[in-house]
């Protein structure tokens, strides 16, 4: 693994030229620590980002005499497309020397970005040809392209990561629309003939920057049932993307949804509560599981979950709102928005139906 970290300002990267990425910089998320515990790799350098590594790159890769009539947007495409590839190709370089050192080619290489967060599972394709590119089916990839996240063979990986060494001789010759990484990726496809694998569709994984950092709100709700689909659903858009802390309650076991919401620093799991003070919602998922002895608060509890599942024991209980759903999850972000929104805000719209 090749990492660039960054220092504490961004002050020390303002140069009179205009070739450092600011734009990029402000959007660095992960620590190296954060990295190196998820990741856990193999062999690791982790470079400073310097004016000096900057000179380097666009060095190496004929960059100066790309960018010095771009406009600025432009500009700051074809530096960030610069870099990328070029600590993509350092990172191959790493897998190239372990492979020569143990005497062995992995099966599988994935090239990904660190600042995703999968909502679905992705299959690991370990009998590709060396002809065969696989990437999500996101919006990007329609176009045939994908420089986010794509996999395949090491022998693929080893040609595919020598882009940057064709960067100039691209910009020279004119043959894309715009010089960013995406249209670099996708001319790079052609040029090897690779045959396209997508899988996944565009609810895979979402794309978290800095500036969409959630910032915890000093609000902590009690979810029951919170490892079920639509107990899970909410609890990740509750920790995710509201900062509410989660204590969730839950009858049943899933090791991976588990996995996902330990995650979060404001999540815990528990077997029961004695004391329901502090919480600023009681959120009954399907049912009251883990609930029986709550004392239901017309201005805290709520209900989501099909009609059905509603308990007859607590139909004459007085709850803030009931929401009901049609199914054992909500099919759309859309709707799971609507669904924490709702709960979240101070009135109550009444009993509704989720669709």
């Not at 693929?156 to 882009?163: A, P, Y």
């Not at 090791?255 to 959120?283: M, P, T």
Request: aromatic share 12%; proline share 1%; charged share 30%.
């Amino acid at each position: 693994m090749h990492l660039w970290e960054y220092g504490t300002s961004l002050a020390e990267y303002k140069q009179d030229e205009a070739y450092l990425t600011q734009f990029k910089l402000q959007n660095d998320e992960c620590t190296k620590e954060y990295v190196m515990e998820k990741a856990k790799p193999t062999v690791m350098v982790c470079d400073k980002w310097t004016p000096e590594w900057e000179r380097k790159i666009m060095e190496d890769c004929r960059g100066y005499e790309m960018i010095k009539d771009m406009d600025e947007k432009g500009r700051n495409y074809a530096v960030s497309c610069c870099g990328m590839y070029y600590k993509i190709m350092l990172a191959n370089k790493l897998k190239i020397d372990y492979e020569l050192e143990h005497n062995f080619k992995y099966d599988l290489v994935i090239r990904a970005r660190l600042d995703f967060k999968w909502r679905e599972d992705v299959s690991l394709m370990y009998d590709m040809e060396d002809n065969q590119i696989a990437f999500v089916a996101d919006k990007y990839a329609r176009h045939g392209c994908n420089d986010k996240f794509f996999m395949g063979t090491s022998s693929m990986m080893d040609e595919m990561t020598l882009l940057p060494m064709h960067l100039y001789d691209l910009w020279e010759s004119k043959a894309l629309p715009l010089f960013e990484g995406q249209e670099v990726h996708k001319w790079m496809i052609k040029k090897m003939k690779l045959e396209i694998i997508k899988f996944g569709s565009l609810a895979t994984y979402d794309k978290y920057l800095a500036s969409k950092r959630t910032i915890y709100k000093e609000k902590d709700y009690l979810v029951n049932n919170c490892l079920s689909d639509l107990g899970f659903q909410l609890c990740e858009y509750f920790l995710g993307e509201l900062g509410i802390g989660i204590t969730g309650i839950s009858v049943g076991n899933n090791d991976v949804r588990l996995k996902i919401l330990s995650n979060y620093e404001h999540f815990k799991l528990v077997n029961a509560v004695d004391n329901y003070d502090g919480f600023n919602r009681i959120v009954y998922v399907n049912g009251n599981e883990g609930f029986e002895y709550a004392a239901v608060s017309k201005r805290i509890s709520e209900y989501i979950g099909m009609e059905e599942h509603f308990p007859e024991m607590m139909k004459q209980c007085d709850f803030k709102q009931c929401l009901f759903v049609e199914d054992h999850k909500l099919n759309t972000v859309e709707a799971v928005k609507k669904a924490c929104t709702k709960i979240y805000q101070k009135q109550s719209v009444g009993n509704c139906v989720i669709e």
